[in-house]
Structures are given as C-alpha cells and as structure tokens.
T-cell receptor, first 112, second 115 residues
Framework: QKEVEQNSGPLSVPEGAIASLNCTYSDRGSQSFFWYRQYSGKSPELIMSIYSNGDKEDGRFTAQLNKASQYVSLLIRDSQPSDSATYLCAAFNAGNNRKLIWGLGTSLAVNP | EAQVTQNPRYLITVTGKKLTVTCSQNMNHEYMSWYRQDPGLGLRQIYYSMNVEVTDKGDVPEGYKVSRKEKRNFPLILESPSPNQTSLYFC??????????????FGPGTRLTVL
C-alpha cells in the first residue's frame, strides 16, 4: 500500500515564526509532489509543487524535496494567522498506476 | 471568474433516495474528478474523466455513478445512497488529461448526510 504520511498536529507557532511541515512517502517511484492548503470547511488549494531534489521558493513558502530520504517539507516564513489551516501533502507516480496519493494533512495554528 | 462550482453545497437525505451532485467548470478543462474526504481517511478519488465520454473508476467507486456528456459538466450520481456515503465531496478539474496531477482546481465541496 503506497502511503504519504504527515504528522496530524496541531503544529502551533507564534506569528512571525517559521512553520515547518513534513511529509514522508513510501513509493520510491514518486516523481511529483504537491502541497495543498485547506482552510476549515473549504476546498484544497495548491500552493506549491516540486519535482526535483532541493529547494523551491515561492514568496514566503519553500518546498524541500529529498528523494533519497523520501521526504518532502514545506517551510512557511513569517507565519501569519491567515496561514492557519490544514496542509495536505500529495505524491504522484507517473509509472505503473499513475496514482496521486494524499496524506491526511497537518493542522497548523499560527498564534498572534 | 475561473471556477469549479458544485450544487448543492449541503444535502441531508434518507437511505435509498437517488440524488445527483452537479459539478461544472468554466475553464475548458479536459480532466475532471470526484473525491470524498473523511476524517482519518483523507481524500479518496471516486471517479475521474480524462475528457468527454471518457470516465474511469478511482479508488472508491462503489455506490456511485458518473457521466461526462459535456466538457464542462461532471455530475456524481448516488442511485441508492447509504449512511456510509455520508461525507464531504469535492469535484476537481485540471487543464489536461495528460498531466492532470500538476494542478487541480477544487470546487467548494458538498457536505452530504445520509440518514
């Protein structure tokens, strides 16, 4: 069973701090990775995608991928209360089964 | 405004009463998909469609039907709903069927309760 695992949280950080969200995946053939943000009662929204080892930055968000360790992370700098949400990690394998596997999400609370 | 719309947003029904949840997108996307989201189980794909008249089962298709007669619409049909289909349902679309996983746009969700 292919899995994407995330710590459910809640992860609590003070406003202005760096929030670090982590995700591990079991399918070594996964090639594409995504972070979606989901506010309570709302739909998921894509915030970052990453395909190569290393860092990818977009504004206050940085995604990090380490395929050898099967590890993806999302860093949120200068965290704001509006960042409080559940962050879903997803991994895609374009090989055999072409499945997008979703994690259960990490709940982030940014405290003013 | 580019968007995916779903109707109804909330629905309470009884076991066995057929229902349809509509999904429409105005972005000319080829790929559309239905998910359900349940606590502890996360997002699970029900059905997907690579393009008009092409549909296929996802991970949890039992008890559901879909059709894709037009590019913009992808209704989800529950012929005989049961309480285990109580869930939050999302429709999603992507620009192309060839790289559908790259960016999915989700509808606002439909919260269904089956009594």
């Amino acid at each position: 069973q292919k899995e994407v695992e995330q710590n459910s949280g809640p992860l609590s950080v003070p406003e202005g701090a760096i929030a670090s969200l982590n995700c591990t995946y079991s399918d070594r053939g996964s090639q594409s990775f995504f972070w979606y943000r989901q506010y309570s009662g709302k739909s998921p929204e894509l915030i970052m995608s990453i395909y190569s080892n290393g860092d990818k930055e977009d504004g206050r968000f940085t995604a990090q991928l380490n395929k050898a360790s099967q590890y993806v992370s999302l860093l949120i700098r200068d965290s704001q209360p509006s960042d409080s949400a559940t962050y879903l990690c997803a991994a895609f394998n374009a090989g055999n089964n072409r499945k997008l596997i979703w994690g259960l999400g990490t709940s982030l609370a940014v405290n003013p | 405004e580019a968007q995916v719309t779903q109707n109804p947003r909330y629905l309470i029904t009884v076991t066995g009463k057929k229902l349809t949840v509509t999904c429409s997108q105005n972005m000319n996307h080829e790929y559309m998909s239905w998910y359900r989201q349940d606590p502890g189980l996360g997002l699970r794909q029900i059905y997907y469609s690579m393009n008009v008249e092409v549909t296929d089962k996802g991970d949890v298709p039992e008890g559901y039907k879909v059709s894709r007669k037009e590019k913009r619409n992808f209704p989800l049909i529950l012929e005989s709903p049961s309480p285990n289909q109580t869930s939050l349902y999302f429709c999603a679309s992507s620009l192309t069927g060839t790289r559908w996983w790259d960016t999915q746009y989700f509808g606002p969700g439909t919260r269904l309760t089956v009594l």
